[in-house]
């Protein structure tokens, strides 16, 4: 019998009586749950609740998605971060629909073929939406059995993870291959969790985790330190002319490709090479405020901002090196902005991405 045989049946059971009610659990369509999937790989359930309700309204199926143009797709995608997903996962909706007829493929290798699908969302999708008994490990489950095991191998290793999906797909129950992997991911989020806050005493393996017998469940799972995040200083700019300020949009290539951002340069610049920038954009500058620090961290890079409002005299010159005056209204309503620039856009009475949400649901 598999080490880990003995976890099957009182996970199921824990899972039946406390699985969370979530939006993408009502339905198992294939898209939902890869929608879902792809929205939790970086985001907490509770943040990722009213996007997916408001981007499955908005394309409710493979075919919308495929036909969504780009700058709407990213505005739906405002907020979550790692934009690169939501235009791979545009990617592969025009794979389903020229390939599989608008319908995703039933087939674990045919869905780790499309583009953004790795292992693990390739099993969750296959296993949640089609019963195909293959693993999906992210990083709850592998705390969570790590635990169990008392594994002090480092998590962060690719052939760890491989290892652990190995030991997993033996003991998927057929006919529960969905539940199976949703309810280890389920217990790592809320009962095996990281920080000194785990809940052993709700725990259904308590009976057979080897950490707890152990002791030592706050030191595991062993992850090894990431490398150290490039920092970048920047100068971020509100350029305001009568009711309207200025936004660009970024190259096709490279960090937050194709969004929309407040015109901004590399450095922390004093106000008077801020005022010859702008100048030199063809702009005549009236007055100059400098604005509070902010930081926004990325996977890779930090930036640590400063910034200036600006007020410019309105002029005909229609040469502004890409700059696009618009309704600061509008920002929120069309143009995608990436959160990074959320301390400087409550300069433009606009808000985005998360804190809308979280601003109107406290509204409510
Ligand atoms: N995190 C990743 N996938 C999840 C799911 N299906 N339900 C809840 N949390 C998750």
């Known amino acids: ?17 406390h699985a ?8 198992h369509s294939p898209y939902r749950v890869w929608v879902s999937e792809i929205m939790l790989q970086q985001t907490r ?3 990722v609740k009213p996007f997916f309700e408001r981007f499955v309204k908005a394309l409710p199926d493979v075919k919308t998605l495929s036909e969504c143009p780009e700058d709407r797709l990213l505005k739906l995608w405002e907020g979550l971060g790692y934009y690169n997903r ?12 020229s390939e599989y007829g608008g319908a995703f493929p039933g087939d674990y290798d045919r869905l780790l073929s499309l583009p953004g699908i790795g292992h693990y969302t390739a099993g969750a999708i296959g296993s949640i939406a089609f019963g195909i008994r293959m693993p999906a ?14 594994s002090r191998e480092d998590i962060m290793k690719q052939s760890v993870k491989a290892a652990m999906e190995r030991e997993v797909k033996e003991i998927i129950p057929a006919g529960r291959a969905g539940d199976f992997n949703q309810a280890l991911i389920e217990l790592g989020a809320i009962v095996c969790v990281p920080n000194g806050k785990a809940r052993c005493r709700e725990c259904p393996l308590a009976f057979c985790c080897r950490a707890k017998a152990e002791g030592i469940i706050e030191e595991i799972p062993v992850k090894k330190a990431k490398k150290e995040r490039r920092v970048e200083a920047r100068t971020v700019l509100i350029l305001r002319e009568g009711d309207r300020v200025a936004i660009r949009k970024r190259p096709a290539k490279g960090l937050l490709a194709g969004l929309y951002e407040l015109p901004n340069m590399e450095g922390h610049l004093g106000e008077e090479e801020v005022l010859g920038q702008v100048r030199r954009w063809g702009l005549a500058p009236l007055r100059i405020l400098p ?9 890779h890079v930090e930036w640590q901002m400063t910034g200036y409002a600006v007020s410019l005299e309105e002029t005909e010159d229609m040469d502004r090196d890409g700059l696009i005056f618009i309704d600061a209204k509008e920002t929120e309503e069309t143009y995608p902005i990436p959160a990074a620039f959320g301390a400087y856009a409550g300069y433009m009475d606009i808000v985005l991405g998360q804190e ?4 109107r649901q406290k509204d409510v």
């Open 1 to 17: 019998m598999a080490e880990l045989e003995m976890i099957v049946k009182p996970l199921l059971s824990w899972y039946d009586g």
């Open 20 to 27: 969370r009610v979530l939006p993408w659990r009502e339905d």
């Open 45 to 47: 359930v509770e943040a």
């Open 86 to 97: 939501v235009r791979n996962m545009q990617k592969a909706a025009r794979v389903i629909m």
């Open 137 to 150: 490990v992210d990083g709850n489950v592998l705390r969570v059995l790590s635990r169990v095991k008392a």
């Open 291 to 299: 604005l509070a620090g902010a930081k926004h961290i990325f996977s």
């Open 356 to 359: 809308k949400y979280e601003e």
